[in-house]
């Protein structure tokens, strides 16, 4: 299996429409790869809070229909990344957090809208992405040909429980878009890794690179496979890492090494 991941540089001189038609070009010049993915919030900036008001679209929003045509006219599977996603508003939600999320979509090679993962971890404590966002509350899978992908985004990477609840589910691939900042760039790369070990997965994750409100981005794209060995990672800059990895090398794993077998605690039933 091919994957593309695609670290965008998200500066802040660029439009978002510029971007949007830039990154569905980069999009349809991986014709030949199995799965391409993106980075979280490439329209806006991960840190650029004060623009996701102004920039949330609905989920069919221009960055779906500028995604699906690019994944059909490249015949990919395409993990686009997320959007700031405004939902129509729901009865009891906070002002102010609940009509927004960090949303990700996931594309068929036909163009086809079949996942969205609203993100469920969100970032800030008490500012930023954390007040101004509401929090996702389902796991989601996809099932592709040659895998089961599991989606996570950015600061999910931390919270182990999230992506043992989609092993559970029947992921083999962990997919984690993000946009991490470059001073804890030691852990997106540990974590990544740790992840991969415990969950007997393989682990694409795919940040963003250039500046987002003042804060450096990490970059270092990366991809690990079930027993931690980095099979690929990118440097700092705007680049596509692409890797050849196979899929079966997790039940392979697992079976020569049945550590999840042995499980103990959590082993209450997967909410689908």
Same mark, same amino acid.
């Given at each position: 299996?091919?994957?593309?991941?695609?670290?965008?540089?998200?500066?802040?001189g660029?439009?978002v429409?510029?971007?949007?038609?830039?990154?569905?070009?980069l999009?349809r010049?991986?014709?030949g790869?199995?799965?391409?993915?993106?980075p979280?919030?490439w329209?806006?900036?991960a840190?650029?809070?004060?623009?996701f008001?102004?920039?949330?679209?609905?989920i069919d929003?221009?960055?779906?229909?500028?995604?699906?045509?690019?994944?059909s006219?490249?015949?990919?599977?395409?993990?686009?990344g997320?959007?700031?996603?405004?939902a129509?508003?729901?009865s009891g939600?906070?002002?102010?957090?609940?009509?927004l999320?960090?949303?990700?979509?996931?594309?068929?090679?036909?163009?086809?809208?079949?996942?969205?993962?609203?993100k469920?971890?969100?970032?800030g404590?008490?500012?930023g992405?954390?007040v101004?966002?509401?929090a996702?509350r389902?796991?989601?899978?996809?099932?592709?040909?040659?895998? *089961? +992908?599991? !989606?996570?985004?950015?600061?999910?990477? =931390?919270?182990p429980e999230?992506?043992?609840? @989609?092993?559970d589910?029947? %992921?083999? *691939? +962990?997919? !984690?878009p993000?946009g991490?900042?470059? =001073?804890?760039?030691s852990?997106?790369?540990? @974590?990544?890794q740790?992840? %991969?070990?415990?969950?007997?997965?393989?682990?694409l994750?795919?940040?963003?690179?250039?500046?987002h409100?003042?804060?450096?981005?990490?970059?270092h794209?990366?991809?690990v496979?079930?027993?931690g060995?980095?099979l690929?990672?990118?440097?700092?800059?705007?680049?596509?890492?692409?890797?050849e990895?196979?899929?079966?090398?997790v039940?392979t794993?697992?079976?020569?090494?049945?550590?999840l077998?042995?499980?103990?605690?959590?082993?209450?039933?997967?909410?689908?």
């Amino acid at each position: 299996m091919r994957a593309s991941l695609l670290q965008i540089d998200v500066n802040e001189g660029e439009s978002v429409e510029s971007r949007r038609g830039r990154v569905a070009s980069l999009v349809r010049e991986q014709a030949g790869a199995d799965l391409v993915v993106l980075p979280e919030l490439w329209t806006t900036g991960a840190f650029a809070y004060e623009g996701f008001t102004e920039e949330a679209e609905p989920i069919d929003g221009p960055t779906h229909e500028a995604m699906a045509k690019a994944a059909s006219d490249a015949g990919v599977w395409l993990h686009a990344g997320s959007i700031p996603e405004r939902a129509p508003s729901e009865s009891g939600s906070a002002a102010g957090s609940g009509s927004l999320y960090n949303t990700s979509l996931v594309f068929s090679p036909s163009g086809d809208l079949v996942a969205a993962y609203r993100k469920i971890h969100r970032f800030g404590f008490d500012k930023g992405e954390a007040v101004l966002m509401g929090a996702g509350r389902d796991l989601v899978t996809v099932r592709l040909p040659e895998t *089961t +992908l599991g !989606l996570g985004t950015c600061y999910d990477l =931390r919270f182990p429980e999230l992506f043992r609840g @989609l092993v559970d589910n029947g %992921a083999e *691939t +962990l997919v !984690l878009p993000a946009g991490w900042p470059e =001073r804890r760039r030691s852990h997106w790369t540990l @974590l990544a890794q740790a992840r %991969a070990v415990e969950n007997q997965a393989f682990v694409l994750a795919c940040g963003t690179a250039g500046t987002h409100a003042g804060v450096p981005q990490a970059g270092h794209s990366i991809v690990v496979d079930p027993w931690g060995e980095v099979l690929a990672q990118a440097g700092a800059g705007e680049e596509v890492l692409t890797v050849e990895f196979d899929p079966a090398k997790v039940a392979t794993t697992r079976e020569q090494f049945p550590a999840l077998k042995d499980r103990v605690l959590g082993l209450e039933p997967p909410r689908r």
